[in-house]
Each structure stands twice: as structure tokens, then as C-alpha cells.
């Protein structure tokens, strides 16, 4: 070559005798290529010293090998909730593995809202990860509508039409209230997650469940919704003891509601597990460090942000399938219950 250009990929394709497109499915590892193109390109490559470049590969295969990890909340909970840094590490190191660039997108309001359809309209990202998804919320079908691959972390209700990467709620819940059952606890109140949400709905249908296994009798008054917050459980625990002043256990739909639960149970100079047993549900790194280290529901979190992302890697570079997977959950028994 003459001066110091470097090689392109019509380069690359001038010299094996190829068209682009081949070039550019050797260099992203597609099998649609036969053995004779592809010894000619992975010649010329090394003929030519060829470094793929991300810009001119996505003009060849209209990509961008970047996906955009949407999560609908806050700064405050993002920093606060273990769940999601879990996640994060999840998807992060399953799109190492095949090169692909993570954007996180934190959607608040209606800005932020619309800079994600411009990034989709513009073809910015390949894909979409979204968390954090809610009944009445509208990006799950604004997506779909525009054609983008999404995958979901959690699902809408029972007939999610989506791919969707979640763990079994429903069973870890039983799981746990079944335990506390078993020793002993007939007054099991639960702190619920948001019930616009199928994750809160389906780890209340689990109390339920597990009571009616037992022939005991689930209480109302022993429900109280929550938001998933540290906070909004203190409330709940509040209400719940006023309400309910003989209950002997609290089922509370996340570890971070576990701990308000334990520190309104503290303040009020109730001892867990004697007078109350308390399970949470996700074993974040909090179960192991509250007074007493808490029971609780194991979730594979960063299994689901990996399994979320090679969902979607599988189908913006392999034109994959869409999938639907649900993870198993495991309890966890230490001494708050």
C-alpha cells in the first residue's frame, strides 16, 4: 500500500477476491461464509496488517455493536438497591465477551424519555436492556413498535410477548413463607414490592400460596405494600405492628425492605427472631451484614443481566430467537428467622 492509509475493509475485499459483506461476516465470526472465502479474507487480513474497525464493520453490517441498559429510576435508587449493581456486572461481563459497548440510561422524565427515542430513532444502539418494568409502562411497546431487540428484566404479567430474562418469584416466595411456617409462625405478614409490577404481584401470590399449603389462613390485614425502599418498609413495618400488633413474622419482598423492617422492628425493642422472624428476598450483600445476618431468598441476579445479554447479543448478531427464561431461587436460612 501506498503511504500511510490504513486498510479498509474494501481493501480487504479488493485483495481476497470478496465482496465487503463476506469481509465483514469473517470479521464477526458469521458461519455463513465457505471455507474457501474465508481463508482468502483471514489471508489478506494478515497480508495487509487489517485491525477491524467498529465504525466501518457497523457501516457494513448496519450496527453499532453498542446496546443501551435502560433502567427507569433514579440516581438515588440505583445506588442504593444492590439488585442493581448486581445486574450491571452482569450484563457488563457478558458484553465484554463479545465486544459490544454498554450505554446505561437512567429514564426519569419526559426528556430523558425522548432522548432514548432519538437514540432508537438513529439508530445509535442495536438493542435494549430495560429494567425496572412496570404494568402502565409505555417503552416496552414504544420499542417494540420501533423494531429494536429488547430484553427485559422481569416481565409485564403472564402474557409478556417480549423477551425476558426473570427468576421464579412466586416459588422463592412460598419457599420462604413455607420455611417460616414450619417453624412455627402462624401471624406472617408480608411487606409487599409495587403491585404494578408483576415481581411484586408474584411474590405475594407465593405468601399466598404457601399459606394454602398449610391450611392456615392468609390474613389481609397482615398485607402491606411497598416500594422496594429502605424507607417505604419502615412505614409498612409501622402500619403492620399498629395493625397487627400479635404478628410473629414479616416476609418482606426485597433485602433492602428487610432492613427497614428490622430497624423498625428494633426501635420498637421487638427481638428478631424470638418475638418476630424476618426473611427477605434477593441474598444481596446486606443479608450478611444485618443484626441478625438475614433469611432470605437467593436470586441469581448477575445471571440474569448475563443471560439478558447474551439474549440479546444472540439476536442483533446471530438474528437469534426471542427467549423467555426464568431462574431458579434458592433460601438461604441464617438466624433472623
Request: contains cysteine; charged residues 25%.
Amino acid at each position: 500500500m501506498s503511504g500511510n492509509r490504513r486498510p479498509t475493509i474494501k481493501t480487504v475485499a479488493a485483495r481476497a477476491g470478496v465482496g465487503r459483506t463476506t469481509v465483514s461476516r469473517v470479521v464477526n465470526g458469521s458461519d455463513l461464509v465457505s471455507a474457501d472465502a474465508r481463508a482468502r479474507v483471514l489471508a489478506a487480513i494478515k497480508e495487509l496488517n487489517y485491525v477491524p474497525n467498529s465504525v466501518a464493520r457497523g457501516l457494513v453490517t448496519n450496527r453499532t455493536n453498542a446496546v443501551a441498559l435502560v433502567i427507569p429510576e433514579s440516581e438515588s435508587r440505583l445506588g442504593s438497591e444492590p439488585f442493581f449493581a448486581a445486574l450491571i456486572r452482569g450484563v457488563s461481563g457478558a458484553l465484554a465477551e463479545s465486544r459490544t459497548q454498554l450505554q446505561l440510561m437512567l429514564v426519569r422524565d419526559q426528556s430523558e424519555r425522548d432522548q432514548l427515542t432519538e437514540t432508537v430513532a438513529a439508530h445509535r444502539v442495536d438493542g435494549v436492556l430495560l429494567v425496572s418494568v412496570h404494568a402502565d409502562d409505555r417503552l416496552p411497546g414504544m420499542l417494540e413498535e420501533m423494531g429494536l431487540p429488547t430484553v427485559l428484566a422481569g416481565r409485564r404479567d403472564a402474557g409478556e410477548r417480549l423477551s425476558y430474562v426473570d427468576s421464579d418469584n412466586a416459588g422463592g416466595a412460598t419457599a420462604a413463607v413455607r420455611h417460616l411456617l414450619h417453624r412455627g409462625r402462624r401471624r406472617i405478614a408480608t411487606i409487599t414490592g409495587p403491585l404494578d409490577m408483576d415481581v411484586g404481584r408474584s411474590r405475594l401470590a407465593g405468601w399466598r400460596t404457601a399459606h394454602r399449603e398449610a391450611g392456615v389462613a392468609a390474613d389481609d390485614l397482615l398485607i402491606e405494600g411497598g416500594d422496594f425502599t429502605e424507607e417505604g418498609a419502615r412505614r409498612a413495618m409501622c402500619s403492620l405492628l399498629e395493625r397487627a400488633p400479635d404478628l410473629d413474622a414479616v416476609f418482606a419482598a426485597s433485602d433492602l425492605m428487610a432492613v427497614g423492617a428490622l430497624a423498625e422492628l428494633r426501635r420498637r425493642r421487638r427481638r428478631v427472631p424470638d418475638d418476630v422472624a424476618v426473611v427477605g428476598y434477593e441474598d444481596s450483600i446486606l443479608a450478611r451484614h444485618t443484626a441478625p445476618p438475614l433469611t432470605t431468598v437467593r436470586q441469581p441476579v448477575e445471571e440474569i443481566g448475563r443471560t439478558m445479554a447474551r439474549i440479546l447479543t444472540g439476536i442483533t448478531q446471530q438474528g437469534g430467537p426471542r427467549q423467555q427464561r426464568t431462574l431458579p431461587t434458592e433460601l438461604v436460612v441464617r438466624e433472623s428467622s
